[in-house]
């Protein structure tokens, strides 16, 4: 009876309401959908890409090919992962998601993510959001990556520990730095959460967050997890910037 109702109330809502997709604002069946015009631009992260951050690569590499900067600077992390490229086509789901309220969104991204990570969760133990610091927090009213990692908790049965890292001071927004401005912003910007130090220990973690810019975010929350005695950090992003003037 209680699903049945369910049911209704939806029906009822969707006739007041209709879901419309999050890029184009076009009607579509079910909320969280995207239209068709809008998944025609999006642009899918597929091999070949680099092995360590997963830089997609425009030509054919070797298997376990690193991209230059991942041979220079080796990242603290195992690998990370990325189901869309941060582009003109993705830009307005992410940020609606991000910083309109558009949180619905979230249901659109699971087999996408699913895809890009079904190598690797397997060896996870955990799934970890990176954090705001509580001011943004407060003046965004949630934040982004743990929403999508509690969605990716009830997809994958794996458990996520949403406040497993805090953010120790509140660092600038990134958004026009380049790559050394972001590795300093960031640098001790992270602590895990004493309550989990001893559960953590020997353990695999995935980061979860938006976007993966140039890494210096999730870099330094794996150094933080590792210093900790996390045993693996894996890091799964809904999309990441490949090119210049993005993210």
């Known amino acids: 009876m209680q699903t049945i109702l369910k049911e209704t109330a939806s029906q009822l809502i969707n006739l007041v309401l209709p879901p419309r997709c999050v890029i184009s604002g076009e009607v579509v069946d079910k909320q969280g959908m995207i239209s068709a015009s809008a998944w025609r631009e999006l642009s899918f992260i597929n091999e070949p890409f680099c092995n360590s951050c997963g830089f997609p690569f425009e030509f054919e590499v070797e298997d376990g090919a690193l991209c230059a900067s991942c041979l220079d600077y080796p990242p603290h ?54 954090p705001l610091h509580y001011t943004r927090l407060i003046s965004r009213r949630y934040n982004q990556a743990a929403l999508i990692s509690s969605a990716l908790a009830k997809e994958t049965g794996i458990p996520t520990i949403n406040d497993g890292l805090k953010r120790t ?65 894996y890091v799964l992003t809904l999309a990441r910037a490949v090119k210049e003037g993005f993210g």
């Open 77 to 130: 992390f195992e690998n990370a992962r990325a189901a869309l490229k941060y582009d003109d086509g993705s830009r307005a789901l992410i940020l609606g998601f991000k910083h309109a309220d558009k949180t619905y969104a979230v249901k659109s991204f699971m087999p996408w993510m699913n895809r890009a990570a079904q190598n690797i969760f397997q060896h996870t133990d955990i799934l970890m959001p990176v």
């Open 169 to 233: 001071r509140a660092t600038v927004s990134q958004g026009y730095m380049d790559a050394k401005g972001r590795y300093k912003n960031v640098k001790k910007a992270f602590a895990v959460n004493k309550r989990y130090k001893n559960s953590l220990k020997g353990k695999a973690v995935m980061l979860i967050d938006d976007v993966y810019t140039t890494g210096a975010t999730v870099n330094e929350c794996a150094k933080t997890l590792k210093k900790a005695g996390v045993n693996e950090v």
